[in-house]
């Protein structure tokens, strides 16, 4: 069974408080991808990795950085988190042979920042 | 404007009754279509996809993608409390890796 696992359920931080979100898959896929979820706005793309030490910025990468040193690891870095950074998190990824249409997700990380 | 603009609702409807669900999108370029179902906590999962136009159902689903109007559908026969859940469109370019979504409908079935 495939399988995406997210460090934490849910999180609570402070703000400017520098925050670590690991995600891990188990499917040698070659993609993965941060989304963040919110309320009317559905998925929105943070950043993108295609490859070990690669990196693409999405549709809103401002506030948020990227690390990833393994292939089945890929981890997402809020440098100084702020309120407007309270969302739910996920973590997802796909093969890249062909057409990408099947993404798996993990199962999200509710981030609070107070 | 959106890529890909769907009514995030909430949508509520009796048990039994047939549900459709749609999105439009703006870019003719898409070829692929897909449907995910995201249930109360936990992250979104493939449900159905498409290639091009046409029809494609399974069991009680059928996707429909209309090229010419830029829409997509997905319609539920039959609806079960089970079926409750965020229902998400998506779409993607031939040989692309990164899917747009639609903002998401939540999805109500009443027993």
């Known amino acids: 069974d495939v399988k995406v696992t997210q460090s934490s359920r849910y999180l609570v931080k402070r703000t400017g408080e520098k925050v670590f979100l690991e995600c891990v898959q188990d499917?040698?896929?070659?993609?993965m991808f941060w989304y963040r979820q919110d309320p009317g706005l559905g998925l929105r793309l943070i950043y993108f990795s295609y490859d070990v030490k690669m990196k693409e910025k999405g549709d809103i990468p401002e506030g948020y950085s990227v690390s990833r040193e393994k292939k089945e690891r890929f981890s997402l870095i809020l440098e100084s988190a702020s309120t407007n950074q309270t969302s739910m998190y996920l973590c997802?990824?796909?093969?890249?042979?062909?057409?990408?249409?099947?993404?798996?997700f993990g199962p999200g990380t509710r981030l609070t920042v107070t | 404007q959106k890529e890909v603009e769907q009514d995030p609702g909430p949508l509520s409807v009796p048990e039994g009754a047939i549900v459709s669900l749609n999105c439009t999108y703006s870019?003719?370029?898409?070829?692929?279509f897909m449907w995910y179902r995201q249930y109360s906590r936990k992250g979104p999962e493939l449900l159905m996809y498409?290639?091009?136009?046409g029809n494609k159902e399974d069991g009680r689903f059928t996707a429909q993608v209309d090229k010419s109007s830029k829409y997509i559908s997905l319609f539920i026969r039959d609806s079960q409390p089970s079926d409750s859940a965020t229902y998400l469109c998506a779409t993607i370019f031939q040989g692309a890796q990164k899917l747009v979504f639609g903002q998401g409908t939540r999805l109500t079935i009443n027993p």
């Open positions: 870019n003719s370029a898409f070829q692929y």
């Open positions: 498409t290639y091009s136009s």
């Open positions: 499917m040698d896929h070659e993609n």
């Open positions: 997802a990824s796909s093969d890249s042979g062909g057409t990408s249409y099947e993404q798996y």
